[in-house]
């Protein structure tokens, strides 16, 4: 090791026997050492070299001897160095405590600074502060951080009476505060959890501050102590205030845990307790985990890891529950404004719940405990925590199966949004979930390894219901659907079904089928019900593949889909469930662009289902489109409006007119319409003109560009690739060639570097590229942005990902093709896949590009030159080797650049 510039010898050796000792402990935590073993010894090694630094550092100050300054002084170890499970690459956080006079002060701050300089010379980072005993429970009172790390003091070396008066006076009044410092610490570590991560099943934890993170087991630690005076998880234990069970979960988390921190913190040489994608597929393979049929060996190592931290997640949240203080008035009053109801269950004020005496029927029956939560869901009023807790006991006890009478139990709960969320996490919390729908035991903590999914598929399913009962009090289209369903809980058990099918060989959906067959009749569902469970479960993505991988504009794919589903009923479900699902993928997955593609779809759907000629009744509606944008134009040309043809209509006006698709004319205002009609009409052959029109419904940006398709060689790939170059997300795009060879193109996308409206500004300088990619003489290849709307890369991760299809489609469409393409997310991938497109000689008519993160699935309706379907075998097997070969080469270029 090359020794730094200007360091003392002494300092020199001591950063030689850190990293010898941290080698050391190395070896044997990859030799297998526990995890608190292995932190153990960390702790010994931190604790031996700063006491070298401290016995330097006194000798140079003279503090030696009976008179030194350890006559005045302590030094003790606070927050983990205290509880002695450092990991390898842990902070150090040290108190000087000194006697209460000015010069003990004075003495005890010259060597504060003496160990600083020393402690991060060696390369240790170091938390210190200097107090009095006084000073140190004074800061504590008020700060929950100050307040956790002196729970966890120890000394260190220095005075022992002055640490053991400081431990004394510590203890007798943050006891006889205890419940203002639970509520200060609770709120500390809510404020946490809700930064790092406020749900266990996060599919990137922070291992330390995560729900279920090690910080959870901290937390019933520190609220032990106060409570109880104690903080060992034994010593809980040993008082009565942790059940076994409890006990047991939390020693293995923690265990698990801090040999999971102590990896990843060798393996990155330095402290790290994000567990992200690279890690979980590091840790998987160094731990042993083995894939099974269906599941990675990732996807195993995180369901394991989910299990226990959500078990942690669960102890800590009662732990702190029953350490709040019930108020003095609510136990006066409860029992005089409560009433009981049948028999057995006491409904107070702010909770219903069971009587003690009634808590042994729990243990022989589901459907008392259905029949709580029916009640709860019915009084709008949560379950008592004492309840809650005879529940958890009694479901292991429970019979197998479930009666009709618990069935029928189950259902009207489920019909019911008002506490319907929370109620279900409480049966999944307990098991009871699992004992009514028993494929849910197989979801749970199941990770989905991939970058489209945020949570777990149970945690995945629960926000699923919860999205769905938000709605209550949603104004728009989405909260009139769901306010009027008659059949609630036919949703809401389609929404429970729709992903447990996941972690399987099979596919997903053809799985879901199966237990939707077998849960109908376990739940007493009539013929009917059954068919529509299994439909919305069989066919939950349906809708989704519908609106944003096909042209919803062809008129004969909504009449096809309204067939499919059947009933407007149906219909109306699939509408919810299809947004719920996708709201609960993860935070702003939903935007405001696809759930106005979702409705519209819906709604069209719609009127197929409730029109008695629903061809007549879409003719007719677009002929009032048509009619309504004829209007505007005699309107803008100086004429009169009349109901008829009778004011003149230029004919180049009425021939294009004729001309545009469904989807143009009601995806504009008439006005809007006739307008980009007049630029159009006086436009040269070599001219382009180019608009970006910002949708605060959609919160999108629409780029129209009109033109001849002679202008330049390969219109649409030269527009893609400008879009991309210029950072933007394409959602869809829409090509429409007209009479004379004139095309009008649109783009419609999302702009990372604004989160509203994009500056005036920017949306000219996107204009001006679209102008000029259509130039000729431009044949260079775009240059694409290696990053984003300035956010920081992320490492690059192996994430499994779906392989590189391409997929023809005849039958869809009468008029078109339809190539689906699947591949790994790339910069400019679109613009590769366009220019092939151009080069083998097709035309596209629409796009619609779904981009999930790491992934995209592009979709586009092609012909040949001569505008027809490609029924070539031949000819199809071309198109698919050439994309493949593209793509391939696009993926090799991006990673080499």
């Not at 029916?374 to 009084?379: A, F, M, P, V």
């Not at 001219?687 to 940006?701: I, L, Q």
């Not at 649409?716 to 997300?729: K, M, N």
Request: hydrophobic letters at 40%; a neutral charge.
């Amino acid at each position: 090791m090359s020794s730094a510039p200007g360091l003392r010898p002494l300092i020199l050796d001591v950063k030689r026997r850190l990293v010898e000792g941290r080698e050391r402990i190395k070896a044997r935590h990859d030799k297998g050492a526990p995890g608190i073993q292995t932190c153990r010894a960390m702790t010994e090694l931190y604790d031996g070299l700063i006491l070298e630094l401290y016995r330097a550092a006194l000798a140079d100050l003279k503090e030696e001897g009976p008179q030194g300054l350890e006559s005045v002084c302590a030094v003790v170890a606070v927050g983990g160095t205290g509880r002695g499970d450092l990991a390898p690459y842990s902070d150090v956080d040290l108190m000087l405590l000194h006697a209460p006079t000015q010069a003990a002060e004075d003495r005890t701050s010259k060597l504060a600074e003496r160990l600083l300089r020393d402690v991060f010379d060696v390369g240790f980072q170091l938390g210190l502060s200097v107090r009095t005993a006084s000073q140190a429970c004074q800061a504590a009172r008020g700060d929950a951080t100050i307040c956790t790390s002196l729970i966890e003091a120890r000394l260190l070396v220095g005075n022992v009476e002055l640490f053991e008066y400081f431990q004394r006076r510590f203890r007798k009044e943050f006891m006889r505060r205890a419940a203002a410092l639970v509520r200060l610490i609770e709120q500390a570590r809510g404020d946490e959890r809700n930064q790092y991560g406020e749900t266990v099943y996060l599919l990137e934890p922070n291992l330390k501050r995560s729900s279920g993170g090690l910080r959870d087991i901290q937390f019933v630690r520190w609220i032990g102590f106060l409570q109880h005076g104690v903080a060992e998880p034994d010593g809980l234990k040993l008082v009565g205030a942790l059940e076994r069970d409890d006990h047991e979960a939390l020693v293995q988390a923690w265990e698990f845990l801090l040999h999971l921190r102590n990896e990843m913190h060798f393996h990155a040489g330095k402290g790290n307790d994000l567990l992200d994608k690279a890690e979980q597929l590091r840790l998987a393979e160094v731990m042993g985990y083995e894939g099974s049929a269906g599941l990675l060996p990732v996807e195993r190592f995180m369901q394991h890891y989910f299990k226990l931290t959500s078990r942690v997640s669960g102890i800590a949240k009662r732990f702190a529950e029953a350490a709040r203080p019930r108020a003095m008035i609510g136990r006066i009053l409860s029992p005089l404004v409560s009433h009981r109801f049948e028999g057995d269950f006491r409904v107070g004020p702010t909770s219903i719940g069971l009587l003690p005496r009634s808590f042994a029927k729990l243990q022989s029956s589901l459907e008392e405990i259905l029949r709580l939560c029916d009640l709860s869901n019915l009084y709008d009023k949560p379950i008592d925590r004492e309840t809650q807790e005879a529940i958890r006991a009694a479901v292991p006890k429970l019979p197998e199966g479930v009666s009709p009478q618990a069935a029928k139990r189950f259902l009207s709960m489920l019909n019911s949004p008002a506490r319907l969320g929370e109620l279900l996490r409480l049966l999944h919390d307990t098991g009871a979930l699992e004992r009514v729908l028993p494929d849910f035991a197989h979801a749970r903590c199941l990770l989905q390894f991939n970058e489209y999914h945020k949570f777990t598929v149970d945690e995945h399913t629960l926000r699923a219901v919860e999205q769905a009962t938000s709605l209550v009090g949603d104004q728009g289209a989405l909260g009139v659907a769901y306010r009027g369903l008659k059949r609630k809980w036919l949703l809401h058990l389609a929404l429970l079904l729709h992903d447990l099918g996941k972690g399987y060989v099979e596919d997903h959906s053809d799985v879901g089928l199966r237990i939707a067959t077998e849960m109908a009749p376990r739940l007493g569902l009539d013929e009917a019900d059954a068919e529509t469970l299994k439909f919305l479960v069989h066919k939950h993505l349906v809708m989704s593949h519908l609106a944003f991988r096909r042209d919803t504009s062809d008129e004969q794919l909504i009449t096809k889909f309204a067939v499919d589903v059947g009933s407007a009923e149906t219909l109306q479900m699939l509408y919810v469930l299809t947004c719920c699902d996708t709201a609960a993928v993860g935070p702003g997955t939903l935007n405001a662009w696809k759930s106005e593609v979702l409705t519209d779809l819906y709604r069209r759907t719609r009127r197929r289902l409730t029109s008695e000629d629903p061809d007549q009744a879409s003719r007719a509606a677009l002929a009032e489109r048509r009619k309504l944008v004829r209007d505007a134009l005699v309107a803008a040309s100086g004429q009169a409006k009349t109901v008829a043809h009778d004011a003149s209509l230029d004919p180049w006006y009425q021939r294009h007119l004729d001309e545009l698709p469904a989807s143009y004319l009601y995806g504009n205002r008439p006005e809007q319409v006739a307008a980009d009609l007049g630029k159009l009409k006086g436009l040269g052959r070599q001219d382009v003109v180019a608009e970006g029109r910002y949708s605060p419904e959609t919160s999108a940006t629409e780029y129209w560009i009109g033109t001849y398709e002679d202008i330049a060689p390969g219109v649409f790939h030269r527009l893609t690739g400008a879009i991309s170059a210029e950072g933007l997300q394409i959602l869809s795009a829409e090509i429409n060639t007209l009479s004379g060879g004139l095309i009008v193109d649109r783009f419609w996308v999302s702009d990372p570097d604004y989160s509203g409206e994009p500056a005036p500004s920017r949306v000219d300088d996107v204009c001006r590229a679209l102008t000029k990619a259509l130039d000729h003489r431009q044949s260079k290849r775009p240059a694409f942005r290696k990053t984003w709307g300035g956010k920081s890369q992320r490492r690059a991760v192996a994430v499994p990902t779906l392989p590189t299809r391409v997929n023809a489609d005849n039958a869809t469409s009468d008029a078109y093709t339809v190539l689906d393409i699947f591949a790994a997310d790339r910069r400019g991938l679109l613009y590769a896949i366009t220019r092939t497109l151009y080069e083998l000689e097709l035309n596209v008519a629409v796009a619609k590009i779904g981009t999930y993160v790491d992934q995209v699935v592009d979709v586009f309706y092609v012909t040949d030159r001569k505008g027809k379907k490609i029924t070539s075998t031949a000819k199809v097997n071309e198109i698919r080797t050439r994309l493949l070969v593209a793509i391939e080469a696009w993926e090799r270029s991006d990673v080499s650049r």
